[in-house]
């Protein structure tokens, strides 16, 4: 699409009606349509009027009037300035800049338009409330005097996601110091869930600037740290004893956990896993599941559930049937998902490594095994550490060694190690000629255990890799070649093969006679001409 360029005095009066005039929500739907490529037959009329044809699902026909921009109109229903006007300003914006940053700086704009309005209200908050958490406030009130805390918080060059946490962690935790110590340790876990939920907002902000990879990386490692702070406040707390003495925190606090997790957000914070952990090992009595259960099996049946909310209310409901020892039931119930990802069973494997539970742990892997195919290197580094633990547990390893043949070439690392391991040499040999891997790209002490146990297994490798280095052609390449023969030379004299191999060094010198600077290499090995 070309770029239609307006005079600037006009881009910056649309910025500003952007930025004044838009809900914050309505200028973000704006820049997703635009982000996708919905803005279409975009272009100036008179000189006055910015027309486009916005798709998506509810699409309008919009014209945004340049001298008087209250007289802009779209077809859509929407009352007022909607999202196909927003799109329609963000396209003309290329012309002049980034619209990513832009957004950023929309939202920047309403975060400090908040922060004011609310320093505005300070002194009647002030006198309406404690500035302090105390034992008698509802946990909903703690992270509302949390939130005001780190209010405006956003991240940059030199505050980082780690360094929002740290202070999170050192700011927060202190103000209880003096309180009972169950109810210590459940503040404590109400300081865990907020940085997760801040750690979802900050990605969330921050996925359109050029930063994003940083953030996120950052974000994933923050939030794996800030689930293990959460299991130990888990394991310091008493759960019938606290449900007993504060009944309100209690049940507040499983409310906002199942309404924090279960939300089915894209976000780096593993809600899955929290929410499963919590539930393991605080709040699982027998009475609590069940009226749990009553709850997820309600919500399931809502209408408008997007796919990812059905998937994490299917895990929620499986990870009951997985903590009571019924896992083909909880594996049942997960064939219902629309998009397995391996990072929402991380806890259910460790949860069965931890307890010695090889034989599930392998009915989770081959319950996996299909989905391999969708999953991030990572994630299927980790899918095959888990295998590597539990095959030392099996009487019989052929199971595993089927599995990485079919996820060849993908699994040629682990199963290329693995061959070694159980010196299997001659599979090791035939997958390394599959692959083509060439012998000076092999571990030398992997070389030499071959050579050492059956040295005749490793003549084909050489013999392929000096064809396939010789015809490359190249005066380097003749002398790689030539580095080969001679390992092949050391090979067929401890075999006692002299005679084989005098006879394949004429084939080969008959064979390329034409290479002229190959014939000179040649002559220059340790074997007689």
């Known amino acids: 699409?070309?770029?239609?360029?307006?005079?600037?005095?006009?881009?910056?009066?649309?910025?500003?009606?952007?930025?004044?005039?838009?809900?914050?929500?309505?200028?973000?739907?704006g820049w997703e349509l635009f982000h996708k490529g919905m803005v279409r037959d975009f272009g100036l009329k008179q000189g006055l009027y910015l027309h486009a044809r916005v798709l998506g699902k509810t699409p309008?026909?919009?014209?945004?009037?340049?001298?008087?921009?209250?007289?802009?109109?779209?077809?859509?229903?929407?009352?007022?300035?909607?999202?196909?006007?927003?799109?329609?300003?963000?396209?003309?914006?290329?012309?002049?800049?980034?619209?990513?940053?832009?957004?950023?700086?929309?939202?920047?704009?309403?975060?400090?338009?908040?922060?004011?309005?609310?320093?505005?209200?300070?002194?009647?908050?002030?006198?309406?409330?404690p500035a302090l958490?105390?034992?008698?406030?509802?946990?909903?009130?703690?992270?509302?005097?949390?939130?005001?805390?780190?209010?405006?918080y956003t991240l940059d060059h030199h505050r980082t996601v780690d360094t929002f946490q740290e202070a999170a962690w050192a700011m927060l935790l202190p103000l209880a110091a003096q309180w009972e110590p169950g109810l210590r340790s459940l503040y404590g876990l109400h300081v865990g869930l907020f940085v997760l939920r801040r750690l979802d907002e900050f990605h969330a902000v921050h996925q359109t600037a050029y930063l994003s990879s940083y953030h996120e990386a950052g974000s994933r490692s923050a939030a794996d740290h800030c689930l293990r702070r959460l299991a130990e406040f888990a394991a310091k707390g008493d759960g019938p004893r606290l449900r007993r003495a504060y009944p309100g925190h209690w049940d507040e606090t499983v409310r906002l956990v199942r309404d924090w997790a279960l939300r089915g957000k894209p976000g780096p914070a593993p809600w899955v896993d929290a929410y499963r952990m919590l539930w393991s090992r605080l709040f699982g009595s027998p009475e609590a599941i069940v009226t749990e259960r009553r709850q997820l099996e309600l919500r399931l049946k809502q209408a408008g559930l997007t796919p990812r909310q059905r998937d994490v209310l299917l895990h929620a409901l499986a990870s009951f049937e997985a903590?009571?020892?019924?896992?083909?039931e909880a594996r049942r119930l997960l064939d219902g998902l629309q998009t397995p990802r391996f990072t929402d069973f991380a806890f259910l494997l460790e949860e069965s490594k931890a307890a010695g539970d090889w034989g599930e742990l392998l009915a989770w892997l081959r319950w996996l095994q299909p989905h391999l195919s969708r999953w991030k290197q990572d994630e299927f580094h980790a899918y095959c550490s888990y295998w590597m633990d539990a095959v030392q547990h099996l009487d019989d390893d052929e199971e595993w060694l089927a599995v990485m043949r079919g996820m060849l070439p993908r699994s040629y690392a682990?199963?290329?190690?693995?061959?070694?391991?159980?010196?299997?040499?001659?599979?090791?040999?035939?997958?390394?000629?599959?692959h083509g891997v060439q012998p000076h790209a092999l571990p030398s002490a992997e070389l030499k255990a071959v050579e050492a146990a059956a040295p005749e297994l490793l003549l084909p490798l050489y013999h392929h890799a000096v064809e396939r280095t010789i015809l490359e052609k190249t005066r380097t390449s003749y002398k790689q070649a030539v580095r080969q023969l001679k390992s092949l030379y050391t090979l067929?004299?401890?075999?006692?093969?002299?005679?084989?191999?005098?006879?394949y060094l004429r084939l080969l010198s008959q064979q390329y006679a034409r290479l002229r600077a190959f014939q000179e290499e040649l002559k220059k090995g340790p074997w007689p001409s």
């Not at 903590?323 to 083909?328: D, S, T």
Request: charged share 25%; proline share 5%.
């Open 60 to 129: 309008g026909e919009v014209e945004v009037n340049l001298d008087q921009f209250s007289k802009s109109e779209c077809s859509c229903a929407a009352d007022g300035y909607c999202a196909h006007m927003a799109a329609a300003i963000f396209q003309a914006y290329t012309a002049h800049g980034r619209p990513e940053l832009l957004l950023i700086q929309i939202k920047h704009r309403q975060l400090t338009r908040t922060r004011n309005q609310r320093q505005q209200e300070k002194p009647a908050r002030e006198a309406a409330g």
């Open 414 to 434: 682990y199963y290329s190690a693995y061959l070694m391991k159980t010196r299997r040499y001659r599979a090791w040999i035939d997958l390394q000629l599959a």
């Open 323 to 328: 903590a009571e020892g019924r896992g083909e």
């Open 492 to 503: 067929y004299g401890r075999l006692g093969q002299t005679g084989r191999w005098e006879a």
């Open 1 to 29: 699409m070309l770029k239609v360029k307006i005079p600037k005095n006009r881009m910056t009066m649309l910025v500003e009606e952007l930025q004044t005039r838009f809900e914050p929500e309505t200028a973000e739907r």
């Open 133 to 152: 958490p105390i034992p008698d406030m509802p946990p909903s009130g703690w992270h509302k005097l949390f939130e005001q805390r780190f209010f405006g």
